[in-house]
C-alpha cells in the first residue's frame, strides 16, 4: 500500500539563544518537493506558538529560490527571486537559495523580522539565530517519517 505525498504544516518555537534576542517561531509548510516557510519573532508563549503566524505578516520580505538539478556545475547558485519586500529588507534571498542548495527543494521563505534589531546592531545575529532555526527545522523534517 503506498502513500500519496499531502500536505504537512508544523508551527515550532524557538527560544532565544540569548537575553538580547527574541523567541522565534517557524511555521514550514511541506509540499510535494518543496517548503514554504514562514519566520518571525514572537512574544506568545511556548504553548500557543500556533498563534504566532497569525500575529505575524506574510511577505514582509519573500522570496522563492529553486536548486539547480545540473551537478556538473555545482558552484551555481540556485534560481531565485524576491516575491516580496520592502525597503529595509532583503535578506529572504540569499537565505533562500542556501536552504535551496543545502535541501535539494523549492524554497518560498517569508522573513517577519522587526527592523528596530539593525538599528541597535542586533541584525546579524538575529539573522543568523533565523537561519540556524530554519535549518535545525528542516532537518528534523527531512528525517524519514517511522510508522
Do not use: N
Not at 8 to 31: C, F, G, H, M, N
Not at 98 to 121: E, H, N, T, V, W
Request: with cysteine; net charge neutral; charged share 20%.
Amino acid at each position: 500500500m503506498s502513500s500519496a505525498p499531502h500536505i504537512q504544516v508544523e508551527t515550532k518555537y524557538i527560544p532565544p539563544s540569548d537575553l538580547s534576542l527574541p523567541a522565534i517561531s517557524v511555521q514550514v509548510t511541506r509540499l510535494v518537493g518543496s517548503y514554504m516557510l514562514w519566520v518571525g519573532t514572537t512574544d506568545v508563549a511556548a504553548e500557543d506558538v500556533r498563534k504566532a503566524p497569525l500575529q505575524g505578516r506574510l511577505a514582509k520580505d519573500w522570496a522563492c529560490a529553486m536548486p539547480t538539478k545540473d551537478v556538473s556545475t555545482p558552484g551555481i547558485p540556485p534560481a531565485a527571486t524576491s516575491l516580496f519586500r520592502s525597503s529595509s529588507s532583503d535578506a529572504a534571498l540569499p537565505m533562500a537559495q542556501r536552504l535551496a542548495r543545502r535541501f535539494g527543494k523549492q524554497i518560498y521563505l517569508s522573513l517577519d523580522l522587526p527592523p528596530a534589531f539593525d538599528s541597535i546592531g542586533q541584525g546579524a545575529r538575529l539573522l543568523l539565530a533565523v537561519e540556524k532555526a530554519l535549518l535545525e527545522t528542516l532537518k528534523e523534517m527531512e528525517q524519514p517519517q517511522t510508522q
